[in-house]
């Protein structure tokens, strides 16, 4: 692959910020969007915008099949066995949150265990603190090591017969770890658990197989794939998403409504209360069309190759503390400068056209076992270049003068 060119397609990159070109290097919290998707939703708008599985005019037609065959994209995209498998949410945050609010309060009582580790999202925390309060089920945290990876042999010790629900992020939003998820899997299912995978930022960045991992959950956004905000998606064995009650009631999920009783559609229907985000899975659709014809394994050592080498580039500036493994699989690397707090380096660095995030990047618990209160994070895409990494790095450079000159 060549990111010169996959950049091209991506119109945001070419403006200047503060007068310098834009280095966008916060793909970690939203990617960019190329023109293929940006034309898909447009045309959506503009010529099949309508409501869907309701109508049989034309428009309707379009737009229905226009939604659903989005799913069959979302569907082999992650290699699940069926399209009725494939939820539309509004992203990752309420995917966990179905499954918490549907699967969890049916399946957890008193006395239960819910298995998480102290690296997850908030979205992937919040859900399972509030499942615990509301059924008397125990939150138990699988521990990290001290690069923050996790043991499978503290997996095995944490993971028991009482355990109900195990849910894990695949890919570490600030550690850039990459979890064993199948093996976790394989251990919460030998207890008779089952297993929810986070995968916000897994599925843009690798080749996600949900049938090889055999997890029984998996949270997806499109925002982070380069596709459009609020669609994202859940994947379910169909099995457990069968025996699952709906959270949202109303239009377009129901199958007969009487006056006292009503009963639902068959999957995926049921959990897509009300008008759905139909642009959005447009959008999405187009998305993974992008990214497949690139290529995913491509994606992923592009990725890898830029994060290591702006590790070793890091690593020759003293005073920057890099947390996480030492060598990256994923594009993603979050630090603090000594003496500099992570708002001030961002700030710097965007006065340079340079994005990166400063904060606890939704992971507060996180932030206190790292011991610090928040944290720099550089995370690449594929249309990010070594000369975006080197831009970075002599940005960085002068942070660090020009707050030890103020000191």
């Not at 069968?242 to 109303?250: L, R």
């Not at 447009?282 to 290529?295: C, E, H, M, P, T």
């Not at 995913?296 to 990725?303: G, K, P, S, V, Y």
């Amino acid at each position: 692959m060549n990111p010169l060119e996959i950049r091209e397609q991506f119109p945001i990159l070419h403006q200047e910020i503060n007068g310098h070109p834009l280095v966008y290097l916060d793909n970690a919290a939203t990617s960019q969007k190329p023109l293929a998707v940006i034309d898909a939703v447009k045309r959506y708008y503009e010529w099949d915008n309508s409501n869907v599985h309701r109508g049989v005019h034309t428009l309707g037609s379009r737009a229905t099949d226009a939604y659903e065959g989005a799913r069959e994209k979302v569907q082999k995209f992650i290699n699940a066995k069926r399209s009725q498998e494939i939820i539309f949410t509004r992203g990752t945050t309420t995917a966990l949150n179905l499954v918490a609010s549907s699967y969890g309060h049916a399946n957890v009582k008193e006395g239960d265990e819910i298995v998480i580790t102290p690296m997850e999202h908030h979205s992937n925390l919040i859900p399972w603190q509030q499942l615990a309060k509301a059924t008397g089920a125990t939150l138990k945290y699988i521990p990290l090591q001290e690069d923050g990876n996790i043991d499978l042999a503290d997996v095995e010790k944490t993971i028991t017969d009482k355990t109900k629900m195990v849910s894990v992020v695949y890919v570490s939003n600030v550690l850039g770890v990459v979890n064993p998820v199948k093996a976790i899997a394989e251990i919460a299912h030998r207890h008779g658990a089952v297993m929810v995978v986070d995968g916000a930022q897994s599925t843009p960045h690798m080749k996600v197989d949900v049938q090889d991992l055999d997890c029984d959950f998996y949270a997806l956004s499109g925002h982070k794939m380069c596709g459009p905000t609020g669609i994202g998606a859940l994947y379910g064995k169909k099995a457990l998403l069968d025996a699952m009650e709906p959270v949202e009631f109303g239009g377009e999920m129901i199958d007969d409504v009487g006056l006292y009783e009503s009963t639902w559609k068959e999957l995926p229907w049921k959990f897509e209360g009300g008008t759905p985000i139909i642009a959005g899975a447009v959008g999405l659709g187009a998305a993974i069309d992008f990214l497949s014809n690139i290529g995913m394994d491509a994606i992923e050592r592009h990725e890898s190759l830029l994060a290591n080498y702006a590790m070793d580039r890091m690593r020759e500036i003293d005073g920057i503390s890099i947390y996480g493994p030492a060598k990256r699989d994923v594009g993603l690397i979050t630090f603090n400068m000594d003496e500099v707090h992570p708002h001030d380096v961002a700030t710097v660095l965007d006065a340079s056209g340079i994005a990166i995030r400063a904060g606890h990047h939704c992971c507060q618990p996180l932030m206190r076992w790292l011991k610090v209160g928040s944290t720099a994070r550089a995370s690449f895409y594929l249309y990010n270049t070594e000369e975006d990494v080197d831009r970075l790095i002599s940005a960085l450079i002068q942070t660090k003068e020009y707050f030890g000159d103020a000191t």
